[in-house]
C-alpha cells in the first residue's frame, strides 16, 4: 500500500484522536459501510501507517509528572557512536521521546520521572553513563500547557 487516499487519510486523522473508535463509529464518520472500512484499517496496519494503539496516562494522578528535556552532545557522531547510543538510550524507560537534532546538540530527550530527586538519579546514573555522551543541558518543565494524545 504505497498510495493513501482521502478515506484513508480520514481514518488516520480520527484514529489519531480517538484509538478505540468503533469501526461502526468510523464507518459513519467516513461514509463507508464496516467492511470496507474494517479492510481500510487493517490494510493500513499492516502497511506500517497505524503503528499501534495506546492509553494516554493522566501523570498527575500517579506522581509522575516531573518533566525535563534535555540536550545530549555526543563526544562522537560517526555512525558506529550513534548507533550505540540509539541502542542504549532505547533502554531508559523514564525517556518518553529521544529525536537527534541539527542544531549545537546532538539529541533532545523527554523524561518523565516523579520529582526532582528521580531525575538527578536518572540524569547521573543512566543518561549520562550512555554511551559517547560528553554533557547534557536540563529545562525543567513548569507547567504542561499542550500534550497531543
Known amino acids: 500500500m504505497t498510495n493513501i487516499d482521502s478515506f484513508d487519510h480520514k481514518i488516520l486523522e480520527l484514529l489519531q484522536s480517538d484509538g478505540r473508535m468503533t469501526i461502526t463509529d468510523l464507518s459513519n464518520h467516513i461514509g463507508l459501510s464496516k467492511t470496507p472500512c474494517l479492510k481500510r484499517v487493517q490494510k493500513l496496519e499492516t502497511a506500517g501507517y497505524i503503528k499501534g494503539y ?88 513548569m507547567e504542561e500547557v499542550i500534550t497531543s494524545v
Open 54 to 141: 495506546k492509553a494516554v496516562i493522566n501523570h498527575d494522578l500517579i506522581d509522575n509528572n516531573h518533566i525535563a528535556f534535555v540536550q545530549i552532545k555526543l563526544n562522537d557522531t560517526k555512525t558506529m557512536a550513534l548507533n550505540a547510543f540509539n541502542k542504549a538510550i532505547k533502554e531508559v524507560s523514564e525517556v518518553e521521546q529521544c529525536h537527534m537534532i541539527a542544531s549545537n546538540f546532538d539529541y533532545l530527550l523527554k523524561v518523565r520521572t516523579e520529582n526532582m530527586d528521580s531525575y538527578r538519579k536518572v540524569l547521573g546514573e543512566k543518561i549520562s553513563a550512555l554511551p559517547h555522551v560528553q554533557n547534557s543541558s536540563t529545562f525543567v518543565v
